[in-house]
């Protein structure tokens, strides 16, 4: 007989397990079903693991390349990676057994095996540990995430490889071909650029992480060019090919055809949608002309009683944003009001060095919505921590409404840009002003003050610029 949910969460990542103590959180009898990635890509072998790797390669930058700077000197230094990785592991595994805590917190059913849909809300799961169970719900929640796209007519190999072989790996190539400057390109470029692989970026826009506001793009190529890392931008990757020893990467740009070669060339062109072996064809969900499960404000599909979120939507494909809609979709499913997501507000970081942290409009896409735009700019070199720490690369800047000064994007990068962002996100949210921003008294020295800094400039009184 099978057992019967209120709740079935299918894919316990930053989405799945989220909606899954949200529900049980509401007083619904709740079950989550996992395969191995207890708190998915992102925990496993994404967000985690990487910013540990990032923190290993800052350090690392700055003791080969700033050590006299800051007074050290060494009689050679060793910078190994095995340990940096061994590190990383167990930063994620620890974050991972802190899912299955916060699981067994919340009362909710752990089924550690492979969930396949045999209807629109039954699954039967092939357990880890042999056998199978079947279970039924009344509602489920599929979080299924999203797989790496590999270019047209390109495989994986053991040159040709996606994030999950490098991220998995103890070891760093002597040189690599990063395809796509994205989120992932960068940030795994700054990493094996700083444990000495020679990296090469090719991109197919015209600048790299080119979904930023162009001056932060530019800012970034500059920085990375100095860290001598090859950038090749508005270049059509057209085929990825390997052979015993190397990695062939041929590129269209300005007309031409440019070949590549490397020990290992890593594809980071985004997210496709995961293949279906996991009966989602048997829910009788609707999909979108990409391929994405098709959802509303609520995280509903067209069939009742299912909801998706998180990557496997395609709406915007960040962990945070998945463990929004996780918490919306549980409510929804509740019968509590909910509150849709302005995706064009959400935060998005990226980990590169300098980080880059910006939400809502760039200035660009901020004209062409037509509005009346006012642009207000602070750079690190004015801020006093940020001298300090001796992190002055970059700037901030605000894109407002001129009239009533409505905040419409902001786009940070410099030192902890990451942790900055809430500030303006809050304010964005409750719509306050810059004035406003730069009402509320700041601690100095801080890097945070470089906001109330921000918010002086935009109302055309800058204090320490
Ligand atoms: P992405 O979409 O961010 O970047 C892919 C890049 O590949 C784009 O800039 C695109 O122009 C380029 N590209 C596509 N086809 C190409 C071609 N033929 N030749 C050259 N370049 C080409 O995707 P990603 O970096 O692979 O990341 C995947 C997902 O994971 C994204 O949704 C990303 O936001 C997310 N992610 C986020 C973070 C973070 O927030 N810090 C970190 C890692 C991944």
Redesign the pocket.
Known sequence: MAKTYDVIVLGAGPGGYVAAIRAAQLGLKTAIVEKQWWGGVCLAV??IP?KALLHNAHLTHLMTHRAAEFGFAFDGLTADYAVAFKRSREVAEGRMKGVNFLMRKNKIDQYHGWGTFDGPKALTVALNDGGEERIEAKHVIIATG?V??L?PGTKTGPRVIT?LEQILSDRVPKDIII?????????FAYVLNAYGTKVTM????PS????EDEEVSKELDRQYRRLGIQVITS????SVEETENEAIVV?EKDGKEERLTAEYAM?????APREDTYGLASTGVALNSRGWIEVDSRMATNVPGVYAIG?ATGI????HVASAQGIIAAEAIAGRPTKALDYIMMP????CQPQIASFGYTEKQAREQGFDVKVAKFPWVANGKASGLGETAGFLKLVTEAKYGEILGAHLIGPEVTELLPELTLAQQFEMTAAEIGHNVHAHPTLSEALMDLAHVAEGMPINL
Not at 267 to 271: P, R, S, T
């Open positions: 994404g967000c990487s999203a790496a796209r270019l994030y395809i796509g400057a994205g989120a992932i390109g960068v940030e090719v991109e197919y826009l790299i992480v080119p979904l270049a059509r990757v057209v590129y594809q980071a062109v985004g997210w990557d915007v494909q960040l962990a998005r970081c990226t980990y």
